[in-house]
């Protein structure tokens, strides 16, 4: 089917975001579908182990999602601009996902750059444990630090 944020699917049904999805096909017997990891887990659904790049049946849990975003060549990038999709690695989950933010590199002053930044800082030194409280996965340590130099080596925020 290809890797895509929407694919054409030709059977089955749809429903309104991952937690219409989640509730359908816990209502569904025999149902397949696909959510992310937080609705499955708190849905109570049953979990696929999925075949990786390195040929290994991986479980979706915070351990295979974090060694996806470990094992990639982020420096590379550019941006941090990368699909985790199919990453390498024994223990890589191969359908992880990668959440993007967009900002100016110059930003004017009335878009308050400064305190954006301070609140995405917070998230990635402060936030990791509130993050896994809520089942989502915090980044691996060496990739907040290169998060945080490139910060400091590409954003102007008027200060």
């Known amino acids: 089917m290809g890797a895509d944020t929407l694919l054409p699917w030709t059977v089955g049904a749809g429903a309104e975001g991952n937690s219409g999805m989640a509730a359908a096909i816990k209502a569904t017997k025999n149902a397949i579908g696909y959510v992310e990891y937080v609705q499955a ?15 290994k049946f991986v479980k979706p849990e915070p351990a295979s999602f974090q060694a996806a975003a470990a094992s990639a060549d982020w420096a590379a990038t550019g941006d941090f601009h990368l699909l985790l999709t199919d990453a390498p ?3 890589a989950y191969p359908i992880a996902a990668t959440v993007f933010v967009l900002m100016s590199r110059e930003p004017s002053l009335l878009q308050r750059p400064q305190a954006t930044l301070r609140f995405f800082q917070w998230a990635l ?3 990791a ?3 896994a409280e809520l089942g989502y996965v915090p980044l691996p340590a060496p990739l907040v630090e290169q998060v945080k130099d490139y910060w400091a080596k590409t954003f102007r925020t008027g200060a």
Do not use: I, P, W, Y
Not at 41 to 55: E, I, W, Y
């Open 41 to 55: 887990t708190q849905a109570g659904l049953s979990v696929a182990l999925v075949q990786n790049r390195a040929g």
């Open 89 to 91: 690695g024994d223990d």
């Open 125 to 127: 030194e402060k936030g």
């Open 129 to 131: 444990d509130e993050a």
